[in-house]
């Protein structure tokens, strides 16, 4: 086992809980509203994931950076009509504050998926974004996954599915419907879109849904449009009307639009489909082209700081989650620890004072931390013998997907593989999973929700899902529909330590 000698002595476990007991007396506890409001969400991102990540970086006592904050709830994750939910409805729940059904985007719960004419006036709606929006405050999304997917999509979009990223598949699914009563497209309404039109900040991937199938992207890779319009060019123009807009294809020129220009609206689309992992980056070496997500972050809060009335972004760590997808588990704790610093570089670049952070998760996954391993033993290695069969299993193991082939020999459940042989260093190893699927599913438990800044106490003990957005709406006071008493002297309040 591995630990500091100190944790043999009963006094230190003692002392370390006394401090605690110190900084939770301490807890401020403010009454001010938030200028500013940062909303991190980790795709996926499910309590084991984190427990698992503290070993990736090195030690079951460390903590990431949201861990640190001052105060932490639970969030209940169905959906309307599924227990175990899906990115969209979820995505719905906590950016617009309404549970509705599985793989629907801010389209009521009386709506069925996939339904191709229904009345989008009764039904639809949007949320924090245009609730910020209507407060003068500046806007911004930022994701590594396609723009266009299901949680950034919550943002600006209202959808009855949420594959009808662009019209090709709306065609698809409605191919009798006259074309004026057919939906907007997801990449449509972030260009056009009342809300999607006024973002500020736009930051992700997913070129392929805003071009024509004819048309190829920096990278050579051709759209998949079918209404012939080029939806980046059309941003361009839409916004060169509006004020210093410029679109961005790679890290260089995200950098230098960041650092060195005044610009009023910004979107970068750095890849085809998804970003690439963190991971694949390194190995492909294409660091100066593609930016990871803390850069991403860091070029939004570059562009948003100005913002005379503040901002709200949105921040996605959407790889988290296609990795347990593929039950890669190496690739989702990755994807974690970059989550982890985007989130260390937003606290420390701005005040506490002044700028509210909340950071949780969409959903939960099937991954499990089980055996008894000994302390410092590798968190994506073996982790014990089954005094069963006599083989080895991972400390790291999912209840479903892919993995199953690495699980048992010939898909016989009574004979599993010996997995020592196994090259747990590499990425794209897949870890075990129990039950046969082509993508490992979503779990139905509760998600952390991790606050700090201003109104960061209200963000405490066990909550539904679609409160969240409405505590950063009351924190930041925007939201006017709802009717909070307004208070603009508490936004010129000094320090924190007078409202205790
Ligand atoms: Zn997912």
Same mark, same amino acid.
């Given at each position: 086992?591995?630990?500091?000698?100190?944790?043999?002595?009963?006094?230190?476990?003692?002392?370390?809980?006394?401090?605690?007991?110190?900084?939770?007396?301490?807890?401020?506890?403010?009454?001010?509203?938030?200028?500013?409001?940062?909303?991190?969400?980790?795709?996926?991102?499910?309590?084991?994931?984190?427990?698992?990540?503290?070993?990736?970086?090195?030690?079951?006592?460390?903590?990431?950076?949201?861990?640190?904050?001052?105060?932490?709830?639970?969030?209940?994750?169905?959906?309307?009509?599924?227990?175990?939910?899906?990115?969209?409805?979820?995505?719905?729940?906590?950016?617009?504050?309404?549970?509705?059904?599985?793989?629907?985007?801010? /389209?009521?719960?009386?709506?069925?998926?996939?339904?191709?004419?229904?009345?989008?006036?009764?039904?639809?709606?949007?949320?924090?974004?245009?609730?910020?929006?209507?407060?003068?405050?500046?806007?911004?999304?930022?994701?590594?996954?396609?723009?266009?997917?299901?949680?950034?999509?919550?943002?600006?979009?209202?959808?009855?599915?949420?594959?009808?990223?662009?019209?090709?598949?709306?065609?698809?699914?409605?191919?009798?419907?006259?074309?004026?009563?057919?939906?907007?497209?997801?990449?449509?309404?972030?260009?056009?879109?009342? /809300?999607?039109?006024?973002?500020?900040?736009?930051?992700?991937?997913?070129?392929?849904?805003?071009?024509?199938?004819?048309?190829?992207?920096?990278?050579?890779?051709?759209?998949?449009?079918?209404?012939?319009?080029?939806?980046?060019?059309?941003?361009?123009?839409?916004?060169?009307?509006?004020?210093?807009?410029?679109?961005?294809?790679?890290?260089?020129?995200?950098?230098?639009?960041?650092?060195?220009?005044?610009?009023?609206?910004?979107?970068?689309?750095?890849?085809?489909?998804?970003?690439?992992?963190?991971?694949?980056?390194?190995?492909?070496?294409?660091?100066?082209?593609?930016?990871?997500?803390?850069?991403?972050?860091?070029?939004?809060?570059?562009?948003?700081?100005?913002?005379?009335?503040?901002? /709200?972004?949105? /921040?996605?760590?959407?790889?988290?989650?296609?990795?347990?997808?593929?039950?890669?588990?190496?690739?989702?704790?990755?994807?974690?620890?970059?989550?982890?610093?985007?989130?260390?570089?937003?606290?420390?670049?701005?005040?506490?004072?002044?700028?509210?952070?909340?950071?949780?998760?969409?959903?939960?996954?099937?991954?499990?931390?089980?055996?008894?391993?000994?302390?410092?033993?590798?968190?994506?290695?073996?982790?014990?013998?089954?005094?069963?069969?006599?083989?080895?299993?991972?400390?790291?193991?999912?209840?479903?997907?892919?993995?199953?082939?690495?699980?048992?020999?010939?898909?016989?459940?009574?004979?599993?593989?010996?997995?020592?042989?196994?090259?747990?260093?590499?990425?794209?190893?897949?870890?075990?999973?129990?039950?046969?699927?082509?993508?490992?599913?979503?779990?139905?438990?509760?998600?952390?929700?991790?606050?700090?800044?201003?109104?960061?106490?209200?963000?405490?003990?066990?909550?539904?899902?679609?409160?969240?957005?409405?505590?950063?709406?009351?924190?930041?006071?925007?939201?006017?529909?709802?009717?909070?008493?307004?208070?603009?002297?508490?936004?010129?309040?000094?320090?924190?330590?007078?409202?205790?």
């Amino acid at each position: 086992p591995v630990y500091d000698t100190l944790e043999e002595e009963s006094e230190y476990w003692r002392t370390s809980a006394q401090q605690s007991v110190q900084e939770h007396t301490k807890l401020p506890k403010t009454d001010r509203r938030a200028k500013n409001a940062i909303f991190f969400i980790g795709d996926g991102m499910s309590l084991t994931t984190v427990a698992a990540t503290r070993m990736y970086l090195g030690n079951e006592n460390a903590s990431l950076s949201f861990e640190q904050f001052p105060y932490f709830g639970l969030a209940k994750t169905y959906c309307v009509n599924r227990q175990v939910a899906d990115s969209a409805c979820t995505a719905t729940a906590y950016l617009s504050g309404v549970k509705i059904n599985y793989a629907m985007l801010n /389209v009521a719960a009386s709506v069925k998926r996939t339904t191709c004419e229904y009345d989008h006036e009764a039904t639809e709606f949007k949320g924090l974004m245009q609730w910020a929006q209507e407060a003068g405050k500046a806007t911004g999304v930022v994701t590594n996954t396609r723009i266009t997917h299901a949680s950034p999509a919550g943002a600006y979009a209202s959808s009855a599915d949420r594959d009808w990223e662009d019209d090709s598949e709306i065609n698809a699914d409605c191919p009798t419907t006259m074309d004026e009563n057919k939906a907007k497209d997801i990449a449509t309404q972030l260009v056009y879109g009342s /809300v999607g039109k006024n973002l500020k900040v736009i930051l992700g991937c997913g070129r392929r849904h805003f071009l024509p199938k004819e048309t190829s992207d920096e990278d050579g890779k051709a759209g998949t449009r079918s209404d012939g319009v080029n939806l980046i060019d059309a941003w361009k123009e839409v916004h060169s009307g509006l004020g210093e807009a410029e679109y961005v294809s790679d890290k260089a020129s995200l950098m230098e639009a960041a650092k060195t220009k005044k610009l009023d609206y910004l979107l970068g689309l750095f890849d085809s489909s998804h970003c690439l992992y963190n991971l694949e980056i390194d190995e492909q070496q294409v660091g100066d082209r593609k930016p990871k997500l803390t850069e991403m972050v860091d070029a939004a809060l570059s562009v948003l700081e100005g913002s005379e009335k503040g901002y /709200v972004l949105f /921040v996605e760590g959407g790889l988290i989650d296609t990795a347990h997808h593929s039950n890669r588990a190496r690739l989702s704790l990755e994807e974690t620890n970059e989550f982890h610093k985007a989130i260390d570089m937003a606290r420390k670049r701005t005040s506490v004072d002044d700028t509210l952070i909340v950071v949780s998760s969409d959903h939960s996954h099937t991954l499990m931390f089980n055996g008894y391993p000994t302390r410092g033993n590798n968190i994506l290695g073996i982790g014990d013998i089954s005094d069963i069969d006599g083989l080895p299993y991972t400390t790291l193991s999912y209840a479903n997907g892919e993995g199953f082939s690495q699980t048992y020999v010939d898909g016989n459940p009574s004979k599993r593989i010996d997995v020592s042989n196994y090259d747990f260093t590499n990425y794209r190893q897949r870890y075990l999973a129990t039950v046969p699927l082509s993508s490992e599913t979503h779990g139905g438990e509760d998600v952390g929700v991790y606050a700090s800044g201003p109104g960061a106490h209200l963000f405490s003990g066990s909550m539904e899902q679609n409160v969240i957005p409405m505590l950063i709406a009351y924190a930041t006071n925007i939201g006017e529909e709802f009717g909070w008493v307004t208070n603009d002297d508490d936004h010129n309040h000094g320090g924190s330590e007078h409202d205790h």
